[in-house]
C-alpha cells in the first residue's frame, strides 16, 4: 500500500513538556506520585507512566480523585485544572505539580481576565472534557460552556460586555460556525480564538493531505479530543474515509479494499513509535485489486 505520512503529526510542545515534567518529578521524588487523570489523552503513553511509578487516579470528578490520594505529589495534566482543584489539593496535604500546557494555562489567563474586566464568557468546548470544566473554575457563573448550536441559541446573557472563545484542540472549521453563531446573536461579542497551533496545523495538514489519497488513519486514542477532531475534518472537509486506531492491531483490512494510498496522522499525545508501527504494517500490506 503506498503511504503518504502526513506532516505535521504527533507529539506538540505542550506533551513533550508534560512528560518532561513528570519524568523529573518521579526521579526527584521519593514518595508516592500520583496523575489526577490521563497525563495526556494517550492509554500507551498512560501505561507507561504508571510502569515508571506514576499512579494514575482516573475519576471524573477532580475532586473525588483527589479525596482517593492519601499521601505524595500528584501531577495536574497538560488539560489543566481549576484553581478550586489546585487549593483542594494543597488543603488535603498533598504537594501539587501543574504540568498544564502553556498554550491551556493562557486561556485560563484570558478567561480571568475577562470575567474581571465585567464580561460574560462564552466558551465553545467539549462538555465532560477536562479543559473546559478546569477553565470555567476561573470564573464560577461567568463562563458558559456552549458545545452545538442549540447550546448558542439557549443563551440568556444580560450583560454589554461579551467574550467568546474555546478550548484549545476543537475542529478549527466547526469552532469558526460556532463563533460566527455568537456574533449574529451578540454582535457586540469580542472574539478570542485559542485554537493551539498544534492542533491548527494538524488539521490544515490532514484536510489537505486528503485531496491526495483514499482514506486517511488517524493515530491515537478515543478519549483524545484534538485525535477525534482530525477524523472529523477529514471526513467533513477532506470529504474521505478516516478511522482512528489507537494501535495497528487494530486497523480492520475491509477499509482498504480497492484502496491505493493511505494517508496517516496521527494525534498531538500519540507516542511516535505507534504511529510508526502503522506506517510500516500498511507500507507492507498487499491489497487486491
Ligand atoms: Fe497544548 Fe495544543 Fe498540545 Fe493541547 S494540543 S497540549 S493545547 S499544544
Given at each position: 500500500m503506498e503511504v503518504l505520512k502526513i506532516t505535521p503529526r504527533g507529539y506538540c510542545h505542550g506533551v513533550v513538556d508534560a512528560f518532561r515534567i513528570a519524568k523529573r518529578v518521579r526521579e526527584e521524588t521519593d514518595g508516592p506520585v500520583h496523575m489526577l487523570g490521563m497525563l495526556v489523552h494517550n492509554t500507551h503513553a498512560t501505561d507507561d507512566l504508571q510502569a515508571q511509578g506514576i499512579a494514575l487516579v482516573d475519576q471524573p470528578d477532580r475532586f473525588a480523585g483527589l479525596s482517593q490520594i492519601k499521601e505524595g505529589t500528584v501531577i495536574f495534566t497538560a488539560h489543566g485544572v481549576s484553581p478550586q482543584v489546585k487549593q483542594r489539593a494543597v488543603e488535603l496535604g498533598l504537594k501539587p505539580v501543574d504540568a498544564t500546557c502553556s498554550d491551556v494555562v493562557r486561556t485560563h489567563e484570558l478567561v480571568a481576565d475577562l470575567a474581571n474586566k465585567g464580561y460574560d464568557v462564552v466558551y465553545i468546548g467539549r462538555k465532560g472534557h477536562p479543559e473546559p470544566e478546569g477553565v470555567m473554575g476561573e470564573a464560577p457563573g461567568k463562563v458558559h460552556l456552549v458545545q452545538d448550536p442549540e447550546d448558542i441559541d439557549a443563551l440568556d446573557l444580560q450583560r454589554d460586555r461579551i467574550a467568546v472563545t474555546c478550548q484549545t484542540t476543537l475542529s478549527v472549521w466547526d469552532t469558526e460556525d460556532l463563533i460566527g453563531r455568537v456574533k449574529a446573536r451578540y454582535p457586540q461579542a469580542e472574539v478570542h480564538n485559542e485554537i493551539c497551533r498544534a492542533t491548527q496545523e494538524r488539521q490544515e495538514a490532514a484536510v489537505e493531505a486528503a485531496q491526495h489519497v483514499d482514506l486517511v488513519i488517524v493515530v491515537g486514542s478515543p478519549r483524545s479530543s484534538n485525535s477525534l477532531r482530525l477524523v472529523e475534518v477529514v471526513k467533513k472537509l477532506g470529504r474521505k474515509p478516516a478511522y482512528l486506531v489507537?494501535?495497528?492491531?487494530?486497523?480492520?483490512?475491509?477499509?482498504?479494499?480497492?484502496?491505493k494510498r493511505v494517508g496517516v496522522t496521527s494525534g498531538a499525545s500519540t507516542p511516535t513509535q505507534l504511529t510508526r508501527r502503522v506506517i510500516e504494517y500498511l507500507e507492507a500490506l498487499e491489497i487486491p485489486a
Amino acid at each position: 500500500m503506498e503511504v503518504l505520512k502526513i506532516t505535521p503529526r504527533g507529539y506538540c510542545h505542550g506533551v513533550v513538556d508534560a512528560f518532561r515534567i513528570a519524568k523529573r518529578v518521579r526521579e526527584e521524588t521519593d514518595g508516592p506520585v500520583h496523575m489526577l487523570g490521563m497525563l495526556v489523552h494517550n492509554t500507551h503513553a498512560t501505561d507507561d507512566l504508571q510502569a515508571q511509578g506514576i499512579a494514575l487516579v482516573d475519576q471524573p470528578d477532580r475532586f473525588a480523585g483527589l479525596s482517593q490520594i492519601k499521601e505524595g505529589t500528584v501531577i495536574f495534566t497538560a488539560h489543566g485544572v481549576s484553581p478550586q482543584v489546585k487549593q483542594r489539593a494543597v488543603e488535603l496535604g498533598l504537594k501539587p505539580v501543574d504540568a498544564t500546557c502553556s498554550d491551556v494555562v493562557r486561556t485560563h489567563e484570558l478567561v480571568a481576565d475577562l470575567a474581571n474586566k465585567g464580561y460574560d464568557v462564552v466558551y465553545i468546548g467539549r462538555k465532560g472534557h477536562p479543559e473546559p470544566e478546569g477553565v470555567m473554575g476561573e470564573a464560577p457563573g461567568k463562563v458558559h460552556l456552549v458545545q452545538d448550536p442549540e447550546d448558542i441559541d439557549a443563551l440568556d446573557l444580560q450583560r454589554d460586555r461579551i467574550a467568546v472563545t474555546c478550548q484549545t484542540t476543537l475542529s478549527v472549521w466547526d469552532t469558526e460556525d460556532l463563533i460566527g453563531r455568537v456574533k449574529a446573536r451578540y454582535p457586540q461579542a469580542e472574539v478570542h480564538n485559542e485554537i493551539c497551533r498544534a492542533t491548527q496545523e494538524r488539521q490544515e495538514a490532514a484536510v489537505e493531505a486528503a485531496q491526495h489519497v483514499d482514506l486517511v488513519i488517524v493515530v491515537g486514542s478515543p478519549r483524545s479530543s484534538n485525535s477525534l477532531r482530525l477524523v472529523e475534518v477529514v471526513k467533513k472537509l477532506g470529504r474521505k474515509p478516516a478511522y482512528l486506531v489507537d494501535k495497528f492491531e487494530d486497523l480492520d483490512l475491509s477499509w482498504f479494499v480497492g484502496m491505493k494510498r493511505v494517508g496517516v496522522t496521527s494525534g498531538a499525545s500519540t507516542p511516535t513509535q505507534l504511529t510508526r508501527r502503522v506506517i510500516e504494517y500498511l507500507e507492507a500490506l498487499e491489497i487486491p485489486a
